[in-house]
């Protein structure tokens, strides 16, 4: 799901791309956020994932911007939870984090601005963070200049620190790559999973990958 402010809901009259698709959702208000939610799951989606604050490569939702109240959050939950799951959030920002977590969602999607404190409000709450040692391709491969490489270049370096903070909280931290729409990353998922050995044995890396 994303907010009116991220995304215009139409162009030209007609539904974006990404909603026509179905990859996204464009809503306002906890009872759009109720609708939505139930569409989705009538026609088979297994959770939700919100974008609770601003992204890297959608180039109208500054990072530091929470795109939902903590209201909207809570309509999805209310609406998961009704369904037997849970919502997950794309948050990289301590207030977009703490707003989602007030709200019930249960895991956290990058996260790599979070602060201490936050990392330890995640233990806490016993919430799961899907953490993703991106590849400095991701961010080469983004134009110099543009929006989505200055957000690129701010975010990067969080990416240990996070890590770091995952393993001093024992938080329970899920794999992923955040590799969607290119082939050639695509094909390297096996060394961005290896790629782990820099805060975990080869053992806890296959574990998290295919046990938790």
Known sequence: FRQL??????????FTPME???GSIVVDSPDEVRLRAREQFMQGAALLKLTAGGGVSSPHSPLDVTTFT?????AAVEIAKNWGTYVAAHAFTP????????????????????????????AEKDVWLSLQPLP?????GLRE?????????????GIGRTY????????????????????????????????????YTPAEALVMATGT
Request: with cysteine.
């Open 5 to 14: 402010s991220d995304l215009p809901r139409t162009i030209g009259g007609l």
């Open 20 to 22: 026509r698709n179905g």
């Open 70 to 74: 903590e209201p909207e959050l809570r």
């Open 95 to 122: 207030d977009a984090i703490r707003k989602a977590i007030a709200a019930g969602v249960k895991c956290i999607e990058h996260g790599f601005l979070m602060d201490e404190a936050t990392a330890r409000l995640i």
């Open 136 to 140: 400095e391709l991701m961010r080469t």
């Open 145 to 157: 200049g543009s929006v989505e490489r200055a957000k690129a270049d701010e975010v990067w370096p």
């Open 164 to 199: 770091g903070l995952a393993k001093k909280y024992k938080i329970k931290t899920a794999w992923g790559t955040d590799v969607l729409f290119s082939r050639a990353l695509a094909k390297q998922q096996g060394a961005i999973l290896a790629s782990l050995v820099r805060w």
